[in-house]
């Protein structure tokens, strides 16, 4: 399975980003989707993990309340919608596909997508 998100960029605090995670190969309805981030110094963290049917999430409380994971397993694609973004949201924000929600959830991850980069300063 290939996964390329994108949608990263620079914004300012208080902002909003969608990035968005295509998959190619993939039996969608299988696996679960997640959104991962790295930060400057900073081990990779959860962030956001979403079932084969959409029907259960899992957010890290860092983000819980301002981010929103989904997907349409139609387009393949998996999104992660970010609004009152601040500072320390900035990373390096990766895609992973995973088994189920709780392999996802506990970082056992089956491919990697390339990492798209979101920028909160002003």
């Known amino acids: 399975v290939q996964l390329q998100a994108s949608g990263g960029g620079l914004v300012q605090p208080g902002g909003s980003l969608r990035l968005s995670c295509v998959a190619s190969?993939?039996?969608?309805?299988?696996?679960?989707i997640g959104w991962f981030r790295q930060a400057p110094g900073h081990e990779r963290e959860g962030v956001a993990c979403?079932?084969?049917?959409?029907?259960?999430?899992y957010y890290a409380t860092a983000v819980r309340g301002r981010f929103t994971i989904s997907r349409d397993n139609v387009k393949n694609t998996g999104y992660l919608q970010m609004n009152n973004l601040k500072p320390n949201d900035t990373a390096v924000y990766y895609c992973?596909?995973?088994?189920?929600?709780?392999?996802?959830?506990?970082?056992?991850?089956?491919?990697w997508g390339k990492g798209t980069l979101v920028t909160v300063s002003s």
């Open positions: 979403i079932g084969d049917d959409a029907s259960e999430s």
């Open positions: 992973a596909s995973a088994l189920g929600l709780r392999d996802c959830i506990y970082h056992d991850i089956q491919d």
């Open positions: 190969e993939w039996t969608p309805d299988l696996h679960a």
